[in-house]
């Protein structure tokens, strides 16, 4: 069993910067691909980011590239998401994922966290 818990959302204003935070515990984190989705209100849950076990493998969706940068910290166990150039269109949900592949599609994950909320004020 894995235990992912979020951390770091908040109210931003646009144009502005977050880094969100997801430290998986109870197995190995190396042994993880790792994922973040987010979810707005009235939506779908939709992929943003994901990193492969070793680290060699990411991918982002386009509404996010070259605004977010996913990585991981194998000495701290510790996923990030550094989200820069907010938009409100950003404001969700949002939700790190542990899995097997580091795919866009939730079913490829196993386990998730609680989720984080960040909110983008124009």
């Known amino acids: 069993q894995v235990q992912l818990v979020e951390s770091g959302g908040g109210l931003v204003q646009a144009g502005g910067s977050l880094r969100l935070s997801c430290a998986p515990s109870?197995?190995?984190?190396?042994?993880?691909?790792m994922g973040w989705f987010r979810q707005a209100p009235g939506k779908e849950r939709e992929f943003v980011a994901a990193i492969s076990y070793r680290g060699g493998s990411i991918n982002y969706a386009d509404s996010v590239k070259g605004r977010f940068t996913i990585s991981r910290d194998y000495a701290k166990s510790t996923v990030y998401l550094q989200m820069n150039s907010l938009k409100p269109e950003d404001t969700a949900v949002y939700y790190c994922a542990a899995g097997t592949y580091a795919g866009r599609w939730p079913k490829l994950y196993d386990y998730w966290g609680q989720g984080t909320q960040v909110t983008v004020s124009s």
């Open positions: 109870g197995r190995n984190f190396s042994d993880y691909a």
